[in-house]
């Protein structure tokens, strides 16, 4: 769910100004999933972009304040979400810890790096939500441990049926900073796209597994 729309058209503005997402119906990107798609996110490169940075940040913090106060713990979602995750934890002056897709095979064996107490609440960073599986994974991790999760923020989602359908499974809230519907709108109002790959993107959210350009 996006909170504000503003914040949600400023945030898709920027993620293109820096091709942090890029547009392009003609040339189709592939998935590692195998899915192809006209569309393609890394929000990795907004930590090379220190205003940028530092809006996401803030914006991500105030989002956290508004809906859940202070938690005791920020989670970043590795590797995506670590540095934005960080970068919030520190706004707010909470302890950061972040958790792999699975435990290291050696070591301590941790999934989770860093000092997390059970009982603790705990806010989940990431950077960007397609089937929300990863996240979830994440989750799951975290409770598994003895962690009270609260929430989670992310920057963007594709805002697939999946996911909705995966969060709502969980019993998870879920509150991202922009989404698909407000990209394309930004894009369209700043003509960044032309009205047939306007179309060609509509088409693709309808059904992204299957489509084929």
């Excluded at 002056?93 to 897709?101: D, E, K, Q, S, T």
Aim: net charge negative; with cysteine.
């Amino acid at each position: 769910m996006v909170l504000n729309k503003d914040t949600a058209k400023k945030t898709a503005e920027l993620l293109l100004q820096i091709n942090a997402i890029k547009l392009n119906p003609e040339n189709p990107f592939s998935w590692a999933s195998g899915w192809k798609s006209p569309i393609y996110c890394d929000n990795r490169i907004i930590l090379s972009y220190p205003q940028i940075r530092n809006y996401v940040r803030e914006e991500i913090a105030k989002q956290v304040e508004h809906l859940y106060g202070k938690p005791d713990v920020i989670a970043g979602v590795a590797t995506g979400a670590i540095g934005i995750g960080m970068l919030v934890a520190d706004y707010l002056g909470l302890p950061f810890i972040y958790v792999r897709p699975e435990a290291k095979s050696h070591g301590r064996q941790n999934q989770i790096e860093g000092a997390l107490e059970e009982n603790q609440t705990v806010v989940v960073i990431e950077d960007l939500i397609s089937t929300g599986k990863s996240s979830l994974n994440a989750v799951k991790a975290l409770e598994d441990s003895g962690a009270k999760i609260k929430g989670m923020l992310a920057i963007f989602t594709y805002g697939f049926d999946v996911a909705t359908s995966n969060f709502e499974k969980h019993n998870l809230e879920l509150h991202t900073l922009s989404d698909y519907d407000h990209l394309i709108e930004q894009a369209t109002e700043t003509n960044y796209i032309k009205e047939d790959q306007y179309n060609t993107l509509i088409e693709w959210k309808k059904n992204p597994s299957e489509w084929q350009q």
